[in-house]
C-alpha cells in the first residue's frame, strides 16, 4: 500500500457458519439499484433489486434475481411482463419505498404500458420485458427477460455497496 500501511484480508469457506462474512464480502462489490415493476391481482407492484445485469444484446436479453424468501416472490416470477427502472442518485427514497412494500407508487408520477405494467417515470434508463425464462438459483431464481422497448436518459446512477446507497464520483 501507498502509505506502508498492512491490508488485513479475511478468508472463509462460504456456509451457514460464514454466511455474514460472505454477505459482507459481497457488499463490496458496488452495483446500481433498479426497481422491478409488474402488474399483480389488477394492481400495480414493484420491488427493488441490485441484482440486474445484460445477458445478450442480439436478442435483447436482461436479467435480475428476485430472492426466494420475498413475498412478492411469486407475482414477479409469474410475471409474463415486467420493466426494470435503473434508479438514479437522486431517488433512494424511491428505493427504500420499494424495500419496504410493493404498492409504494402514491408518491410517483408512472403509467401503464399496453400489459398494464407500471412505467415510472425519470429513471436513468427503463426496460420493458417479455419474460423469456426463470431458473432456479439456490435462495433466489434468475428471471430472464426479452427488452421489447428501453429508454434513458442523462443523470448519474444511484449505487449500492456494503448495505448503503451512494453515489458515483471520480478518483482525482
Known amino acids: 500500500m501507498p502509505d506502508g500501511g498492512q491490508r488485513v484480508s479475511q478468508e472463509f469457506v ?13 457488499g463490496r462489490f458496488a452495483t446500481g439499484v ?16 441490485n441484482s ?11 436479467l435480475w434475481s428476485p430472492a426466494k424468501a420475498s413475498r412478492r416472490y411469486r407475482p414477479f416470477v409469474e410475471a409474463g411482463h415486467f420493466a426494470i427502472h435503473v434508479m438514479a442518485d437522486h431517488q433512494s427514497a424511491v428505493c ?7 404498492a409504494a407508487f402514491d408518491a410517483l ?32 431464481a434468475i428471471v ?14 444511484l449505487l449500492f455497496v456494503a448495505g448503503q446507497y451512494g453515489r458515483f464520483t471520480t478518483a482525482p
Open 96 to 102: 427504500l419505498g420499494f424495500v419496504r412494500e410493493g
Open 14 to 26: 462460504p456456509g451457514p457458519d460464514t454466511a455474514r462474512a460472505f454477505r459482507d464480502a459481497l
Open 109 to 140: 408520477t408512472w403509467s401503464e404500458n399496453a400489459e398494464g405494467v407500471p412505467l415510472i417515470d425519470g429513471c436513468l434508463a427503463r426496460f420493458d420485458c417479455v419474460q423469456e425464462a426463470v431458473h432456479d438459483a439456490g435462495d433466489h
Open 144 to 157: 430472464i427477460g426479452r427488452v421489447r422497448s428501453a429508454s434513458f436518459e442523462e443523470g448519474a446512477p
Open 34 to 49: 433498479c426497481v422491478v415493476t409488474c402488474r399483480s391481482a389488477g394492481r400495480p407492484l414493484g420491488i427493488t433489486a
Open 52 to 62: 440486474f445485469a445484460s445477458v445478450s444484446l442480439d436478442p435483447p436479453l436482461v
